[in-house]
Every structure is written in structure tokens, then in C-alpha cells.
């Protein structure tokens, strides 16, 4: 989703701050139309591409690291780790259930909430990885397996039964 609480305005903050960082931004999800263009008319620049509602997996395939500004503590966000599944790592705010989720996986960046300094400077990092991002692919989609509800269903399970024999 597009809107305020997901911090998109902070990570065009970040962007504006920096115009030579070599960077594509592709903004993905539904958001309210005043708002987005709010943004668009504030923001404006060049290497920003608002894509509106599509299939996760044709976004998730065509980024190098989704970027999670969050500024609202979400409890456990599919956002996080639904690009693992295709090696993409998260650079996201340090609220909610985020950072547990990016520290099990041992691969991605945080940053406190609302900070634009902090996420432009990871950002400028991230970017200065360059090819060497590929390299996460493989632990990204290990850890992404305990998020299956299969592994969910099955921990369940085990709790339950273990209650039981008791």
C-alpha cells in the first residue's frame, strides 16, 4: 500500500537529498489518488516510477533490494520476507516485528524509523554493493522457509501434540 504510514514520503525525502545517487525507484501498491500525487508534485524526479497495484512476483523479480520505510510497528509484515522467496534483501525501519524478522534472516539493513539521514546513508550502501546483492539470494530464501505456513502449521502441531501427551 501506498500511503503515509509506510513512509513513502521519507524515502523521497532520502532521494531528493541525493540526486546523484544512481538509483531507480519503482513505487509499488495502491494508495489514495490525492496523496500520490501529493508526492509526485512535491517529489519530482526522474528515477522515481509509481506502478500502482500488480502481481508480487513480477515486482519482487524486477528489484535489487525492496526498501521498507515503515513508520507504523507492524506485528509480522509479509512485506519482509515475500521478496525473500526471490533472494530480493529488505532495507526497512526498525519498528514492530521487523527487526527480529531481518535479524533471523541475517542478511538486510535497518534503520530508525523516520530518520531520512540514516536511510539515505544506507541507501548510498546498498547501492555501493552493486552485483555483490546477488550474494544474499541463497539465505534469503532459506530463511524465508520459516515463514510458510506449511512450517507454521507444522510448529502448531508439535505444541499441541507435545500439550496433549502430557
Do not use: C, T
Not at 504510514?5 to 494508495?31: C, F, H, P, T, Y
Amino acid at each position: 500500500r501506498a500511503e503515509h504510514v509506510k513512509g513513502i514520503e521519507l524515502l523521497l525525502q532520502a532521494l531528493a537529498a541525493d540526486q546523484s545517487l544512481s538509483i531507480e525507484l519503482q513505487v509499488g501498491g495502491r494508495g489514495e489518488p490525492e496523496y500520490l500525487a501529493y508526492l509526485q508534485q512535491k517529489y519530482p524526479d526522474q528515477r522515481v516510477s509509481y506502478l500502482g497495484f500488480g502481481k508480487a512476483a513480477d515486482f519482487y523479480q524486477g528489484v535489487d533490494v525492496l526498501v521498507v520505510p515503515s513508520l507504523w510497528h507492524e506485528p509480522l509484515p509479509g512485506v519482509i520476507y515475500e521478496p525473500w522467496e526471490y533472494g530480493v534483501p529488505v532495507l526497512a525501519s526498525e519498528v514492530g516485528g521487523i527487526p527480529e524478522m531481518i535479524n533471523a534472516a541475517g542478511v538486510g539493513w535497518l534503520v530508525p524509523p523516520g530518520d531520512a539521514g540514516a536511510l539515505l546513508s544506507a541507501l548510498q550502501e546498498v547501492v555501493s554493493l552493486g552485483d555483490k546483492l546477488n550474494e544474499f539470494a541463497e539465505p534469503l530464501k532459506r530463511a524465508r522457509m520459516n515463514y510458510l505456513p506449511e512450517r507454521a502449521s507444522a510448529s502448531l502441531l508439535e505444541v499441541i501434540s507435545s500439550v496433549l501427551a502430557r
